[in-house]
């Protein structure tokens, strides 16, 4: 019962690293997402993807990169990670069968 | 736009309390609404999904109810147990929208022995 898989888990970056956040689900789910969680600003949308080959922007989307090659594994790259961008990531694969979303553990970025 | 609030922020309960937790949203051309748990330092567990031509949901000690004319949902926990702690959030999904939820800030419900 994998279900939605991140990793890592906890990671430090400098500003101006790159690194990327690992998401895959073994739901066979077409819709993934990856949302952000700020205190006091709740969980805010980042990418979408539809579908392997097919993402969107979400209402955060400026610093991260995102793409999805195949339906199990929906990567969020940062490119030149900022302080704004210490939060806690959460991956997201959506059921069309149960209208649920499911969510990974999280990781937790900061960067110094 | 559609604007998803919880009140409270937190409260805190004796524990065998029944109690409710409330979640209103801006527009009611909803999809479906997701209540969801979060304990700290973890990820979210989904609870109770009510589709829009539902009025109410239940699971064991809770029952999620929706009205969507009025833009409200409320989740009931009965007999509160301190195990119950945690932070609880609602999503609205819009019909269209795909899996793109709209996510309250959360209520943190303390349940003390």
């Known amino acids: 019962n994998a279900g939605v898989t991140q990793t890592p888990k906890f990671q430090v970056l400098k500003t101006g690293q790159s690194m990327t956040l690992q998401c895959a689900q073994d739901?066979?789910?077409?819709?993934m997402s990856w949302y952000r969680q700020d205190p006091g600003m709740g969980l805010r949308l980042i990418h979408y993807?539809?579908?392997?080959?097919?993402?969107d922007q979400g209402e955060v989307p400026n610093g991260y990169n995102v793409s999805r090659s195949t339906t199990e594994d929906f990567p969020l790259r940062l490119l030149s990670a900022a302080p704004s961008q210490t939060s806690v990531y959460f991956c997201?694969?959506?059921?069309?069968?149960?209208?649920?979303?499911?969510f990974g553990e999280g990781s937790r970025l900061t960067v110094l | 736009k559609q604007e998803v609030t919880q009140i409270p922020a937190a409260l805190s309960v004796p524990e065998g309390e029944n109690l409710v937790l409330n979640c209103s949203f801006t527009?009611?051309?909803?999809?479906?609404l997701q209540w969801f748990r979060q304990d700290p330092g973890k990820g979210l567990t989904s609870l109770l999904l009510i589709q829009s031509s539902q009025r109410e949901q239940t699971s064991g000690r809770l029952n999620a109810s929706l009205d969507k004319s009025s833009g409200r949902s409320t989740l009931y926990i009965a007999a509160s147990q301190p195990g119950d702690s945690a932070t609880y959030l609602c999503a609205v999904k819009r019909r269209g929208s795909q899996g793109n939820l709209i996510f309250g800030k959360g209520t943190k419900l303390s349940v003390k022995p």
């Open positions: 739901m066979n789910h077409e819709y």
């Open positions: 997201a694969s959506y059921g069309v069968v149960t209208g649920e979303l499911f």
């Open positions: 527009d009611s051309a909803i999809y479906n």
């Open positions: 993807s539809v579908g392997a080959g097919i993402t």
